[in-house]
């Protein structure tokens, strides 16, 4: 059989000339044209529409909005319905815009059906309540059974996608709309937003501020020491502090209070655990979830111990400091006035960027391998700097308080940036 007698312009082409038949061509598409954008409208009102507004529209006096808001309670009906007219208008496509294409050489036809669909996203409430009365079509159910699977597959992967939304969107999100009074609330949700970015060397306690003991201590030189510090998990070491052997939780010791000098309190040490300073503060804290635990052990790369980190730092992280009664009064920092602070060498450079609300990389491309205020110092200087001596780096002048024979002990820190 020959397949131009398939051809529906053929017939018609014996009633219309060449030009009459185009404009019906033309005149048929728009009118699917149309049809598929109050479709694509349609179901772009139910699909991304806020539930907010859809609240809003049950309370509204005209009965239209009210019956959109009511469809909402069963969306697959509605889209289902939807599906099988936008079926029906897709077959008129083909039979009409195929043929058309072949007959009349009208080949870029078919980009007219991206046009409803880019509107649909600009314009959503606009003619829902046009097509809200589209609800009786289900008896053609059985034509659209695969369809309607796959409509809802495209749903729940459309949902999914429309609320993903990345970090840099959040963090944009985070910076409109809060007063000054929100402030706080507004850097505990951008520091939720980093976490999963932020690594373990930024919030642990460097080496030269761990408080650890020797294993080799009498248990009232234990006693005393842990009266002075405190601290309610110490780690153990064995002649260095490169050599943790163990973890000591001081309630094990509360029943032994009476023992004598030599008790052997070595055997309550609980296994320490060990993490690389590169280490997600997100993964550690699943780590800590996992094993029971409240303080790691931070490793460098040769084995050695860099540091100790602790729940709190990571609570901390989120919702800032948290002081308790054992806590030292004196902070790593105080402001002397609007632009002046007096910071503490030891300082990390995370904290210290916190302070001023600096983005986490901003001192990477001076600070080496510095994790400290007075690492970096050193590290732009060159040399250990005098008492006195200024190093002034982008909005920051830092001025040289104490030293001691290898370190920066204090600074006094100067900037345009406060806040």
Same mark, same amino acid.
């Given at each position: ?12 082409? @014996? ?23 109050? $479709? ?13 507004? *859809? ?7 005209? /009965? ?7 469809? &909402? ?18 077959? @008129? ?6 043929? #058309? ?6 080949? /870029?036809? &078919? ?22 009365? $589209? +609800? ?6 059985? *034509? ?24 840099? %969107? ?20 951008? #520091? *939720? ?21 020797? +294993? ?37 010791? $509360? ?5 004598? %000098? ?48 602790? @729940? ?56 080496? %391998? ?11 200087? +060159? ?6 001596? +200024? *190093? ?28």
């Amino acid at each position: 059989m020959d397949s131009s007698n398939n051809n529906p312009y053929l017939f018609l082409a @014996m009633w219309f000339d060449a030009a009459e038949l185009l404009a019906l061509s033309v005149v048929l598409l728009l009118a699917a044209w149309l049809m598929l954008a109050l $479709i694509w409208k349609a179901a772009s009102a139910f699909l991304f529409t806020q539930p907010q507004t *859809i609240e809003q529209l049950k309370n509204q006096p005209e /009965p239209r909005l009210q019956q959109i808001a009511l469809s &909402w309670e069963n969306p697959m009906q509605l889209l289902r319905n939807l599906s099988i007219i936008s079926k029906a208008v897709w077959f @008129m496509l083909l039979a009409f815009g195929v043929s #058309a294409m072949f007959y009349l050489g009208f080949s /870029p036809f &078919w980009l007219l059906w991206l046009v409803p669909v880019f509107l649909a996203w600009e314009m959503s409430l606009m003619l829902s309540g046009r097509v809200q009365p $589209i +609800k009786n079509v289900g008896w053609l159910m059985p *034509i659209v059974l695969f369809n309607e699977w796959v409509v809802r597959t495209w749903i729940a992967k459309r949902f999914a996608d429309a609320h993903k939304v990345t970090e840099p %969107e959040n963090t944009v999100l985070l910076q409109t709309n809060v007063s000054d009074e929100q402030s706080r609330y507004k850097d505990m949700l951008q #520091a *939720i937003v980093a976490f999963d970015s932020v690594q373990v060397k930024n919030i642990m306690r460097a080496r030269v501020r761990i408080t650890a003991f020797d +294993k080799t201590l009498t248990f009232h030189e234990l006693l005393d020491r842990i009266n002075k510090t405190g601290y309610s998990r110490v780690p153990i070491f064995n002649e260095t502090i490169d050599s943790i052997e163990g973890i000591l939780y001081v309630k094990d010791l $509360i029943p032994h209070l009476n023992a004598d %000098e030599y008790f052997a309190w070595q055997q309550f040490l609980r296994p320490a655990l060990f993490v690389p300073q590169n280490r997600k503060i997100d993964d550690l804290l699943r780590d800590f979830q996992q094993k029971q635990v409240h303080i790691a052990i931070v490793v460098d790369e040769y084995g050695g111990t860099c540091g100790v980190v602790t @729940m709190q730092d990571i609570i901390e992280e989120v919702v800032g400091e948290i002081n308790d009664e054992f806590d030292d009064a004196e902070k790593q920092y105080r402001q002397l006035n609007a632009n002046t602070f007096l910071f503490e060498g030891q300082i990390s450079l995370h904290d210290f960027s916190k302070v001023f609300h600096l983005q986490p990389n901003y001192f990477d491309a001076v600070r080496g %391998e510095s994790e400290s205020l007075a690492g970096l110092l050193l590290e732009l200087n +060159k040399t250990l700097p005098k008492v006195g001596e +200024k *190093i002034a780096f982008q909005s920051f002048v830092f001025t040289i308080i104490g030293v001691s024979k290898r370190a920066i002990r204090r600074v006094r820190v100067q900037t345009n940036a406060a806040s």
